[in-house]
């Protein structure tokens, strides 16, 4: 490649746990309609097993992201762990560090560089984006002809019964990210940032483990989340609004304009409907602002029942989303009524479907049968949107792109990315789909025994090629003490 430099992402991989629990058997065993869940979550999940953890899946992707990529790992001078479900506070990306070091002395392959950073990024959903932009600046500085690996990893668990159950997900993506781009650009440049405290959005505060009643048939120390559904909805459409249009403001460019002329469209994507909601909302709000198809506005205003004036209003305004549920509690309302109103019934438009269809498209597939991975979801729908554009042999060179990132609590990112030359390359050598290949289906009684923490019969597994825990330490005297301390080894 000849001129500007253009640093980004030039490989990825993916790692998933093999045990899978489909929505549509969920739903038998729970009572809730197939019908619904299909259309608005998804079609399964994946459930991490007794041998694994986060630094596990996250130290196999980026095992993958080395063989498959042929990478010398003496130049890796950046190994970034994008995670919110990390189990010690005091090291982070070094604990994979260590894993993968072990696995390729056994593969007769050179450790990692002796001089790698290894920072690990917390906020939530977004960690690994941040990870990402950490990773971009770093080749764009000071790697010389080094370059940097980052690994979103994650487990999102949810109590059996509550509103998130069917949510769930686990798995890594790991990015190989150097000065001149294999795959695609990482725009930096133009990127839209935003950040705001929603206090009781989704959190995990520690005092939770202390309160009897949470998780109380669970055995295991478990990792559910505190969250408030419908506030945590209006904290994820106000802080992606904040970050796109942001974004389209160091781009100098319409909101109309550039929804229309983006090749694609990725979102952090909790569940499949997330990101629709998302994108009708953002487009209600570029054509309350006068920037595209103000006839379209009216008609849909008067379907809604609600007045443009006053959609034009909200689209002005700058809620404080933390005051009010302070004051309002479980009764906080929508802080967009109009928007939400005029959107959702922008969703029933065929032109409107048609449009995201278009543009949601490449790794929508594949993406239904991940469920949530957190930290995750965003780098995995895009892993499947180029190895779906390889395998079809799509023409999206050069064709813009966008990323949307979003951590609950909450902060977003909406960041630029553009398929480079060679880009199929790269991305024939993803193997997502080799990743969830030959998945373990679980019976009802093995999904709520390993959710649970309780022995799971009839479960066979041995592990291959991927690292498993072997014991967690008991040592607690004065001149050693290892309690609580994962070990690990690679199985191969």
């Known amino acids: 490649m000849s001129g500007v430099a253009k640093p980004g992402v030039s490989a990825m991989s993916a790692y998933v746990p093999p045990f899978r629990v489909r929505l549509q058997d969920w739903c038998d065993w729970t009572g809730n309609s197939w019908d619904k ?18 630094y596990t899946m996250a130290a196999n992707a980026v095992l993958r992201l ?15 762990l994008g995670t919110e479900s990390s189990t010690d506070n005091a090291a982070g990306a070094v604990i994979v560090r260590g894993m993968v070091d072990r696995a390729l002395d056994a593969l007769g392959k050179p450790r990692l560089s002796r001089n790698c950073e290894v920072p690990e990024f917390k906020h939530a ?4 984006i941040y990870a990402l932009k950490a990773a971009t600046r770093y080749v764009s500085c000071d790697a010389g002809d080094r370059v940097g690996i980052v690994v979103c990893a994650d487990v999102a668990e949810y109590e059996r019964g509550s509103t998130g159950e069917q949510t769930q997900g686990a798995g890594a993506v790991a990015m190989l990210v150097t000065s001149e781009a294999e795959l695609f650009e990482v725009d930096l440049a133009h990127s839209g940032s935003a950040s705001d405290y929603r206090g009781p959005d989704f959190r995990k505060p520690f005092a939770r483990h202390f309160h009897e009643a949470y998780a109380p048939e669970t055995q295991r120390m478990s990792d559910f989340p505190v969250f408030s559904g419908k506030y945590s909805t209006y904290s994820y459409l106000d802080e992606t609004v904040m970050a796109v249009e942001e974004m389209l403001r160091r781009l100098n460019v319409s909101a109309g304009q550039y929804y229309h002329s983006v090749h694609s469209l990725f979102f952090h994507r909790p569940y499949e ?25 009216h008609e849909l205003c008067e379907a809604a029942g609600v007045s443009v004036e006053t959609l034009v209003e909200e689209s002005l305004s700058n809620p404080d989303l933390f005051a009010s549920v302070s004051e309002q509690g479980a009764a906080v309302t929508d802080p967009y009524k109009a928007t939400s109103a005029v959107a959702s019934v922008l969703r029933k438009k065929p032109e ?4 995201l269809g278009q ?10 049968d991940l469920g949530n991975l957190y930290s995750a979801a965003l780098p995995v729908w895009i892993a499947a949107g180029f190895e779906q554009a390889a395998e079809q042999e799509l023409d999206i060179m050069a064709r813009p792109m966008v990323a949307v990132g979003y951590g609950s609590g909450d902060a977003a990112e909406a960041i630029p990315i553009t398929p480079v030359p060679g880009w199929h390359r790269a991305a024939s050598r993803i193997a997502l789909k080799q990743a969830l290949a030959n998945p373990v289906d679980l019976t009802r009684a093995q999904y ?19 690292f498993v825990i072997t014991h967690v330490g008991q040592s607690y005297e004065p001149a050693f003490q290892d309690l609580g301390v994962e070990y690990y080894k690679y199985v191969g």
């Open 448 to 466: 709520e025994a390993l959710h649970d923490g309780h022995e799971v019969k009839g479960l066979e597994y041995a592990p291959r090629a991927e």
């Open 37 to 54: 869940i299909q259309v608005v979550v998804g079609r399964s999940f994946r459930v991490p097993g007794r041998h694994e953890n986060v």
């Open 352 to 355: 409107f479907r048609d449009l």
């Open 273 to 297: 409907m997330m990101p629709v909601q998302a994108m009708s909302f953002l487009y209600v709000r570029g054509m309350a602002r006068g920037d595209h198809y103000q006839k379209q506005l």
């Open 359 to 368: 543009k949601m498209s490449m790794g929508a597939a594949t993406v239904r």
């Open 125 to 128: 959903c977004l960690g690994g």
């Open 66 to 80: 080395i063989e498959q990529n042929d990478i010398d790992p003496q130049r890796v001078g950046f190994l970034g």
